[in-house]
């Protein structure tokens, strides 16, 4: 413990080495469980580490151009802290002084323990806690933590390693190659021709923002994406604002966007051709182009694929004032100064970005055992999607896929302060879910997604029926995890 005396200290917790929580990641959801822990919990004594020299997570490690949120900011961000920006889709570093003001007005920032990964979890039935170890960096010598509880909010994508195909001659390249989740500093684009290949989030975020500088930006994707343009201003909000606390005014926009969100999902999962029709059809009314709305026009339904989220439009301008393109084709070969691609077609570029997607992982990596056998998360089942068949005495973070991740991630941390408190009104050192044999396996996630696909092999399992379903319905889920009952028959308590 002696690397952690200031936050063992700062909690009451001096004569207690095994602390109560500690939290993997100081990014969104790490910064919230704190929070909710000082709200919900406040006798539990917790710390936070993050491999990371910085707080912020995602926010902090992208910085490619134009990095921004993919959701409205009502609701991705915290349920506590009122967004007050007048974007509603902000750019990622006022995400990041977002995130850490939050930690720093709430004494958060003192306790968080940057440059410490940790590589082992090994929980013990005996003792009714978790060793870890933990690497410092600029020390050779790891350290030894012990907790009651493990707090996983570290994601769900490796934070070295992108998805990086392998293109057939991609050594030829004269010109940089570069991939978004590791951009240059540097990197001088201006009036240079540049290829982003790749169609989902990052490439419609970084082709309109490039496109300002550069002599042209060709977006090559190999299938499309669906694409709708929203406000980077939320005028409902701002106009309550005016006569509204900010924090009612917050809340009020932050229910409608929930509200307006789940129905519009609903209607493009019930009524897909209809959905379909429409979002074509309003980008082939930006563009100005029958045609050019073809890019936009993908063969699979609304929502089997994450939609991209574009503000003001930003990208369909671009395209139609000709400072950027979108060309649907598969690459044959790379070249010295460009791309073949297997039309026949062929584009010059000075730069390529790699905007191929992300690696996923689960539990942050860290090697996991549970009484001396090695756990693997993909021969559990998820439990509301929070804890693992299994695992004892852990809380994962892992967000919607059709909506806000901060929005699932508030409603973890206050799952796992009512937890905490129960246990310790009725005694109980450790729970567990407990699969049933009877309740078939199914995806984790029904996305299609090649991110998703790819990681297959190391997702862990949902179930049939609930508890064991991952929920993709916010209000569902305020029922089930906020008010329904703890000790179910499924969590096993002892």
Known sequence: ?????????????????????????????????????QMHSPQSTWCILESRDAIGGTWDLF???????????????????????????????????????TADENGITPHIRH??????????????????????????????????FLYLCCGYYSYKNGYQPNFPGQANFKGEWVHPQFWPE???????????????????????????????????????????????E?????????????????????VKNVILGMLSYQLARSQPEFVKRYLVKIAAKQLRSDEQAQHFSPDYKPWDQRLCLIPDGDLF???????????????????????????????????????????????????VTVDGQAFKPSQAMAYRGMCLSGLPNAIMTFGYTNASWTLKADLTAVYACRLLNYMRQHGHQKVVPVRDASVSEQDYLSFTSGY?????????????????????NYIKDIFLIKYARLNDGVMQFS
């Open 1 to 37: 413990m002696s690397a952690l005396p200031q936050t063992a200290m700062a909690h009451g917790a001096a004569d207690h080495p095994i602390i109560d929580v500690l939290i993997v990641g100081a990014g969104l959801s790490g910064i919230g469980a704190a929070k909710h822990l």
């Open 63 to 101: 910085r490619y151009p134009g990095i921004r949120s993919d959701s409205d900011m009502y609701t991705l961000g915290y349920s506590f802290r009122p967004w007050i920006d007048h974007k509603s889709i902000a750019d990622g570093s006022t995400i990041r002084q977002y995130i850490q003001k």
């Open 115 to 148: 440059g410490h990964s940790v590589t082992h979890a090994s929980w013990s039935s005996h003792e009714a806690c978790w060793t870890l170890t933990v690497n410092q960096k600029n020390n050779d010598q790891p350290v030894v933590l012990k907790a009651r």
């Open 186 to 232: 540097k990197l001088n684009y201006e009036q240079k021709k540049v290829v982003v290949i790749g169609s989902g989030a990052t490439a419609v975020t970084l082709v309109p923002e490039m496109a300002k500088k550069a002599a042209h930006v060709t977006m090559l994707q190999r299938s499309p994406t669906y694409v709708i343009s929203r406000p980077a």
């Open 234 to 254: 939320d005028g409902f909000s701002l106009t309550l604002q005016k006569f509204l606390p900010i924090k009612l005014a917050y809340q009020i926009t932050r």
């Open 317 to 367: 301008k671009q395209i139609r004032r000709g400072h950027a393109s979108v060309v649907t084709d598969t690459i044959q070969t790379v070249t010295e100064n460009g791309l073949q691609l297997s039309s026949g077609q062929f584009l010059e570029a000075d730069i390529i970005v790699s905007a191929t997607g992300l690696s996923l992982n689960m539990l942050g990596d860290i090697q």
């Open 452 to 472: 998703v696909q790819r990681a297959s092999s190391i997702l862990p399992k949902q179930g049939s029926r609930a508890p064991w379903q991952v929920n993709q």
